[in-house]
Nanobody, 126 residues
Framework: VQLQASGGGLVHTGASLRLACAPSERTAATYDMAWFRQAPGKEREFVAAIRRNSGNPYYSNSVKGRFTASRDGRRDTVALQMNSLKPEDTAVYFC????????????????????WGQGTLVTVSS
């Protein structure tokens, strides 16, 4: 599967952005999807994941309560609604997919994902 991420931009602290990840094939029943981010000079960090079939989302503690991951069932797009953005959210955001059946603790492990999008830059100014 190929993934196309979009929706990044430059915003001020407290603003919102909505990222989208468009897969090249249907993924709702066969892929767990996730969002990761990488800030300049830092390691890649897990942001959120969304399960196949159930669509249940999971979040890192740093974004819980501010970000919402969801699937658009009709288009199979995976969205990341980001509210109350902070300067520390500044990063390149990547969407990823895996067909592996991951246990809960492995959803945040980037090494478990086989397919990655090209990334979209989110910059939050103070």
């Amino acid at each position: 599967v190929q993934l196309q991420a979009s929706g990044g931009g430059l915003v001020h602290t407290g603003a919102s952005l909505r990222l989208a990840c468009a897969p090249s094939e249907r993924t709702a029943a066969t892929y767990d999807m996730a969002w990761f981010r990488q800030a300049p000079g830092k390691e890649r960090e897990f942001v959120a994941a969304i399960r196949r079939n159930s669509g249940n989302p999971y979040y890192s503690n740093s974004v819980k309560g501010r970000f919402t991951a969801s699937r658009d069932g009709r288009r199979d797009t995976v969205a990341l609604q980001m509210n109350s953005l902070k300067p520390e959210d500044t990063a390149v955001y990547f969407c990823a997919a895996t067909q592996k059946h991951l246990i809960l603790s492995s959803l945040s492990d980037g090494a478990q994902y086989d397919y990655w999008g090209q990334g979209t830059l989110v910059t939050v100014s103070s």
